[in-house]
Structure formats: C-alpha cells, structure tokens
C-alpha cells in the first residue's frame, strides 16, 4: 500500500490536534474508505453508515495509533470490524444477488467514462461473480489489489499470520476464476475481471483511470499457494459437514443437491475399499493448543488426497477424482510403516526407523500450548520442504473446505463412525482369570468432550482397573485404590482413534515409546493387520481391522504358549444395554501420579503392574 511522507506527516498533525489536520485528513480518508467499504458490502446505504461509524471511531481513539505509518491498515481493521459487527454469523457465507449489486453498482451510478472498456454482458458477469464471492474474500482482494498492502498488513487487519492472508487470498482467487469460468469466460482474464470490478466500485473517475492490477500484486509464493491449494476444490478432501441417515451400504449424493434446502437424494453405492495413502506425499500437521495429544492430517497426492479436518465436524475423508469418500478409517501408510509426526522426538524417530527401515526425514518441531501447524511439501524429485506456524488456525481456512460443483459424496461410515463414538466390550482370559469389561470410544477429536474415553475391566475376582479423563486406578475386589495414573494411562497400547491417527499407528507407536520392538503383516483377507509386540516376557500380538480402525483381539503368549485372549466387539449405539455402559465410577485417590513403567498391558500378563 503506497503512502506519502505527506500522508504520514497529516496523521502525525491530527493526532497533535491540529483541527485543519483533522479536517484535512477526514477529506482524504473518506472517499478511500467508502470505496474499501463499498467493495466488501456491495451496498451504498451500508456502505455509507459503516464509512461514518468508522470515522467515529477512528477519532474517538485517534490517541491509541502508536505508528502512523500504520495509519491505513489501522484503519481498515476498524473498518472492517464494523462490517463483521454488521453480518455476525454471516460474515463468512454472505453473497449479494446479482439485482442488488447491479442496482447498487451498475444503474445507480454514471459510468459513461468506463462505458467503452468493456461490454455491458462482462460487466455482468463480473458484477455477478464477485457479488458471490465472500465478504471476507472481497475484502482480501480489495486490500490486496486495489490498496497495494502488503501479506503482512492484510495479517493484521484480519487478525492472522501471514501464510493465512496469503492462503485466503489464493482462494479468493481461485473462487472468482471458477465463478468466471462458469460464464464462459478464460481463468487468464482474472486481472481484467478484478480490473473491470476496480474501476466500476471507484468513487470516482479519477480513482478509476489510475487503478491498475500488477502481475507482482497476484502472486502468493510458494506457500502460499501450498495454503491455499491446500483447500481448493479437486485437491483435496473438500467437504462440509455430511449426514446421510440410512441403514446399511454406503450412500451417494451430489454435492450441489446436498447443498439445496431439500433433502438430497441418497442412492446406495457399492464402492471398493479405500486405498492407502502414501507419506511421501505432501503432508499438513495441526496440533490443536493444549499439547500433541491431538493431531489432524491432511495429505494430497495425484491418486488420493486425504483429509480429518472439515469445518466443524471431523472425519475422514478421501478424495479419488471427483469423487469424495467418507470413510471408518484414519489413513494409514500404503507400505504399512508406522506414519510419522513432525512433533516426534529424536529417539523415537531413531527408534520406529529401525523397526521398519523407514526414515520420511522431518524436521522435528517443538510442541506449542498456542497451537502448531506443519506443511511438509514433498518435491517431485525427492527434495522436501517444510514450514511451521506456532498459531491457532482452528477457526481459519485451513482447515475450511469446499467441494466442487459436480462432486459425487460417498458415505461409507457405519452407524457408530457416523456418532463419532462407540461403546466397546472385552472379554477373554488372562491365564486362568476371567477378563470382562466395556468401555467407551470416541471416534472423532468433537467427540470427547460428550463422549470421552472411558475403561472398566475386572480382571478375576480381584482386580479392577479404572481409567477416566482425569485419572486411571487399579483397585482390589473390596474398592481400596492400590495405584493411581494420569487419565488414559490404560488406553496406551490400545487404539486411540479420537487422536487422529490410526490403531495400528497408536498401538505401535507406544509400543516404541516402552521400547519394545514390534512387527507387522497384513494378513491374508486383506482387511486386518497383525502387531506382533515382543516383550521381554511377553508377546502380544493384535489383530487389527484396517477400514473398521479398531482392535478385535489381543493374544498373549510365553515362550509359544498362550497364555490369554482379549475378544473386543462393538455393539451399535442403539444395541448397547444402558444398564452395563453406565460411566466408570471415578478413582478414589489424592491424585495421578506417573504412568506404569513399560506397557500395562505386558506388565498385567506379567502380574507385576502394580508395584
């Protein structure tokens, strides 16, 4: 955004409260305003009242202005509260009908100087897809295009870093070539398009005949483009939020039917089991604030892209062609090799490639309590590059996500995947004890707060283990606590799906955090997995179901001989008897203390896990 010294000198002299400063200032700022308003409401009258308020505003706390050579993006950002004050919840789904913004920008204004520049049929189409496009993104490329700013004043006019302007400013991008597109009109005629829209929201002809789009004003860089193209439509898993109510088989609806306001039409679909996703592909890593308890991925590569991520509600989608695939499963790694996280420490990493050979070379990025994003971006010839934001980008576009228009939306789920939870049984022995308990299971990271984990299990007739949110005990048969652990503690070594990556991956993973080495084979139908864990004393060996992602069974042995079975089932949330999966009572103690030494599930076949 250009500024002169001129500009810079006047805002210094109002703020000292010169009144011809104020005066003089008001004269220059208020027609530049209302055509950066304008752009953002395509409404005159809202365009008007939002330019006065922010006026208002600004000289009410004029004093506040630390820098004047900020003074511009200061002001937009006041600006442009106001206009989200005004739409509230409807600032990121907005759009304006092609009769308004034709009365507001086309009839109600004299355009016979900018009448030979372009058809009136161009005029329109322009007029109509920009009046499509988001307030949001009008205001990015406003900022962008018409005011000069630079990423890192757009950043802070919207509150976000700087890959997010960039990233939102690509889609803004994107989004308008598609609306223009399906007019007709060549992706190549968007700088004539932003032109043509320029000139005609000028609020004057002056301003007009000096608006210009530079090629150097388009570009994002390279990661900006990786933000952006991150969501676009036919690279990713683009999706919103899908309920499809039916019993049974998968269910097939297109996407622009699902966005009507009747109900879509569901036809059932037999469709192939999904296909693994490869690592080497170009990977984004999001840890939530808090810790790296949670991670959400999102891949993309030519055959599939993948995606846990989608607005508000979180699943797992695959995107194969033009067709999207809501599926059971985490993704897990085409080669079964156990998928790495950036936030893995170097002995783990060290650990895992010695059981599996594999070495996908991340950089290891340290945990934030404010939130961490990774892009990895894999080169076509081998190169990597990688980036890390230490930011909260729940609430921005990343993980924001569109389909297209002639998208095909396949649910498989089943009925506890499409809950987000489940209910679970284990039952068996462990040498000649009895085993038997339940427990509950998110499916989904939304879940936990309603439907968090929780494990009951009596082993014999006197052990009792406890694991709640908030502290795990093991008790004797009359109740009295005889250990006491940090929540979760007796979920290690079993699936953790809600942590957003797969069972075979959290089962192996925490094997390699005890130290204990593991192998892995598919087995011969093709659908499960076999995790043989070998202990010290102890074998464990799991059989895994790769596209339902949860445990079946868990073998113990010694020396070849078994010496117990766990058996877990499933029962659908409407099958499950309320008189058994009632909450876990919760542990009785002063507090958790650290995890059991090794994995407690090796320790218990040992009998020595409580110590």
């Known amino acids: 955004m250009s500024e002169s010294k001129d500009h810079i000198q006047l805002v210094r002299r109002a703020q000292q409260g010169h009144p011809e400063a104020r005066g003089d200032l008001l004269r220059i700022v208020e027609p530049r305003l209302a055509e950066y308003v304008g752009r953002l409401t395509l409404d005159r009258d809202l365009t008007t009242d939002i330019v006065q308020e922010s006026l208002t505003e600004m000289l009410k706390i ?18 442009l509260n106001k206009v989200r004050m005004h739409y509230r919840q409807r600032w990121r789904h907005r759009e304006t009908s092609l009769s308004d913004v034709q009365e507001e920008w086309v009839q109600a204004k004299n355009q016979d100087a900018l009448a030979e520049l372009v058809t009136q049929e161009l005029k329109e189409i322009v007029l109509r897809s920009v009046g499509q496009l988001e307030p949001r993104q009008r205001a990015v490329l406003t900022m962008r295009c018409y005011d000069q700013m630079s990423y890192e004043q757009i950043s802070a006019a919207l509150s976000c870093s700087q890959l997010g302007a960039r990233a939102l400013f690509h889609r803004a991008k994107k989004t308008l070539m598609r609306l223009l597109r399906a007019h007709g009109i060549d992706k190549g005629a968007l700088p004539v398009a932003l032109l043509v829209f320029g000139k005609f929201s000028a609020t004057s002809e002056a301003a007009a005949m000096g608006l210009s789009i530079s090629a150097s004003t388009l570009r994002v860089g390279f990661w900006g483009v990786l933000a952006g193209a991150a969501a676009a439509p036919g690279v990713a898993a683009l999706l919103v939020g899908v309920t499809l109510i039916g019993a049974g088989g998968a269910f097939l609806a297109r996407a622009d039917r699902w966005r009507a306001s009747s109900p879509p039409a569901v036809i059932r679909a037999e469709v192939s089991p999904a296909r693994a996703v490869s690592q080497d592909s170009s990977c984004w890593y999001y840890y939530p604030p808090g810790g790296t308890d949670t991670v959400m ?53 060290a650990f895992l490639k010695a059981q599996d050979g594999r070495d996908p070379d991340l950089e290891y990025v340290a945990p934030s309590p404010r939130g961490l994003l990774v892009a990895v971006e894999q080169a076509a010839a081998g190169g990597r590059r990688q980036a890390t934001l230490h930011h909260d980008v729940s609430m921005e576009d990343y993980f924001r996500h569109d389909w297209a ?14 809950a987000g939870w489940t209910y679970f049984t284990v039952s068996g022995h462990l040498g000649p004890r009895p085993i038997a308990g339940e427990g509950r299971l998110p499916l989904v990271a939304a879940a936990v707060g309603d439907r968090g984990p929780w494990l009951r299990l009596t082993v014999g007739d006197g052990l009792e283990l406890v694991d709640m949110p908030l502290a795990a005990q093991v008790r004797n048969r009359s109740g009295a606590g005889l250990a006491s652990y940090p929540g979760g503690s007796l979920f290690r070594g079993l699936g953790r799906p809600w942590s957003g990556l797969h069972t075979i ?38 059989r895994v179901h790769l596209y339902q992602d949860w445990i079946e069974t868990i073998v113990f042995s010694r020396d070849d001989m078994t010496i ?44 020595n896990l409580v110590q």
């Not at 409407?574 to 320790?603: I, K, Y």
């Open 62 to 79: 004029f004093d506040t202005l630390k820098d004047p050579e900020r003074f511009w993006c200061w002001l937009y950002t006041i600006a």
């Open 297 to 349: 991925i999102r891949t993309t590569d030519q055959a599939v892209a993948y995606s846990q991520w989608v607005q508000k509600e979180q699943a797992n989608y695959y995107r194969r062609g033009d067709t999207i695939y809501i599926r059971n499963h985490r993704q897990f790694a085409s080669d079964l090799s156990v998928w790495r996280l950036p936030a893995d420490s170097r002995a783990l990493g």
């Open 405 to 418: 228009m002639n998208a095909v939306v396949v649910d498989q789920r089943d009925n506890q995947h499409r």
């Open 505 to 542: 991956d959290t089962i192996r993973r925490d094997a390699a955090l005890a130290g204990i080495a593991f192998t892995t084979r598919l087995l011969p139908d093709g659908q499960r997995v076999e995790i043989v864990l070998d202990g010290p004393s102890v074998r464990l060996a799991y």
């Open 564 to 607: 117990g079975e766990w058996t877990f089932s499933y029962p659908k949330p409407d099958e499950a008897d309320p008189r058994r999966f009632t909450v876990a009572s919760p542990p009785h103690s002063r507090g958790p203390v650290s995890g059991p030494n090794g994995l407690w599930l090796m320790r218990l076949a040992q009998g």
